[in-house]
């Protein structure tokens, strides 16, 4: 079996890991079971390419119990776990391409090996592997019939191929699903940024200020978890509706050149390029710390930090630290790349438990349905947000009530009133 890991002797350590994280993945396990019964994904050649961490690891598993071919590579080059991707490869059989730290051409040359396996169905994390497909590989074209993608900037890149009307499959937003971004965006990168930023620096948040870019879901988790920890946390945000929410849910709001002055910490979230910039860095405190929690490392200009710094050294693991002509030292973290995956372990399994079950279901969805579908980008069904929030609630032995005949039969009427 091909693959391409950095070192299949850390596949013990791996393996323990992915089953850690599958003690807390409940739906997705009951979603592998009924899969390996009924195999709904019989001999369809799945091409992945996701941040492969024992979460990845475990929908891998639900796929294959289905019945699926998977291949697997990185959707970032320095959020794969390198005892996973062993793991992958040495006790689940699943051809993995992905080594910690990759440089660019490795990174592409990965996804070139998973196109290679020609999928049926392509399952991206920020659309590196549609697009490269679409690029560069129209020869994978013709066994493809559908596709899904995990993360609010490939759903937005995709978006813009089907305007562009270049897009040639269907495609699942699985993001868009209510169990994907209310949870996985919120409660997962809240946590999973602070995480990060502790384990990169070790530094105490009470106190201090945490400036926010971006009060999307992410932002949203991140600004709500940082004044858990006792920050006091300033939002920017270019959006009306979103920055008057950022207001009324009791945050600081500014922009951005007034914010870089007084903030200890910055993290972007916005899904947009160079949100932090050299006017800022230049205004920045000595010893501010900046990092990225959005898909690609886009968001800090760190271009231009290079231009402007007098030197730059590497202080601690995953911390870069620059000197300014003024003086000040600026820490990057994690190289600007998503700083829950570069420092941490990305989100909890028991979150991603959501948003994998929501990527499986989307399989099965193609499979039955891909015929009738548009080259378009589509939302998964009710239902299946529904079952999934269902099984959940009834894994943390949580139950709710239903609507009595008489509540349907008030919501179905349009003859009440006062
Ligand atoms: N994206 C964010 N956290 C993740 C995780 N733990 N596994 C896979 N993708 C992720």
Redesign the pocket.
């Known amino acids: 079996m091909k693959h391409d890991v950095k070192d299949i002797g850390l596949a013990p350590s791996g393996k323990d890991r992915i089953e850690w994280a599958d003690d807390r993945m409940p739906v997705l396990r009951s979603i592998r079971d009924r899969f390996s019964k009924d195999k709904p994904l019989s001999g369809i050649r799945i091409g992945a390419c996701?941040?492969v961490?024992t979460?990845?690891a475990n929908l891998m598993r639900a796929l294959a119990a289905a019945g699926a071919e998977v291949a697997l590579c990185a959707s970032n080059p320095l959020s794969t776990q390198d005892d996973v991707a062993s793991s992958l490869v040495a006790d689940f059989h699943v051809p993995v391409f992905a080594i910690q730290g990759e440089d660019n051409d490795t990174y592409y040359q990965h996804i070139h090996n998973v196109l290679d396996f020609n999928p049926q169905i392509t399952m991206d994390?920020g659309a590196d592997l549609v697009s490269t497909l679409h690029s560069a590989r129209d020869d994978v074209l013709e066994h493809v019939f559908g596709g899904t993608e995990e993360t609010t900037t490939g759903v937005i890149r995709l978006r813009s191929m089907e305007k562009e009307g270049v897009l040639k499959y269907p495609i699942v937003a699985v993001n868009d699903a209510e169990t994907k971004h209310l949870f996985d965006n919120r409660y997962?990168t809240g946590q999973?940024t602070i995480d990060g930023i502790l384990r990169a620096t070790n530094v105490l948040l009470a106190g201090s200020i945490v400036v926010v870019a971006g009060y999307g879901w992410c932002g949203r988790g991140v600004a709500m978890r940082a004044r858990g920890m006792g920050s006091h946390v300033i939002v920017l945000e270019v959006n009306p509706v979103k920055a008057l929410e950022a207001a009324m849910d009791g945050f600081t709001l500014m922009p951005v050149a007034e914010a870089a002055e007084i903030g200890d910490v910055f993290i972007t979230l916005t899904g947009n390029i160079a949100v932090l910039r050299k006017e800022h860095f230049e205004k920045m405190k000595d010893g501010a710390i900046v990092a990225n929690s959005g898909h690609f490392n886009v968001e800090l200009d760190i271009e231009s930090l290079e231009e402007i710094a007098a030197k730059k050294k590497t202080v601690r693991e995953h911390v870069v630290q620059y000197l300014l002509p003024n003086g000040r030292r600026i820490n990057v973290l994690g190289e600007g790349r998503l700083i829950?995956?570069a420092a941490a372990?990305?989100?909890p399994a028991s979150v991603?438990d959501m948003s994998f079950s929501n990527q499986a279901f989307a399989c099965e969805y193609l499979v039955s349905q891909h015929a009738s579908l548009k080259n378009e980008v589509v939302r998964l069904p009710e239902r299946i947000d529904h079952e999934i929030a269902a099984l959940k609630l009834a894994t943390m032995d949580y139950r709710i009530d239903s609507l009595t005949d008489q509540q349907e039969r008030y919501l179905a009427s349009w003859k009440h009133g006062t």
């Open positions: 996701l941040h961490t979460e990845t994390d997962g999973s829950n995956l372990e990305g989100h991603m």
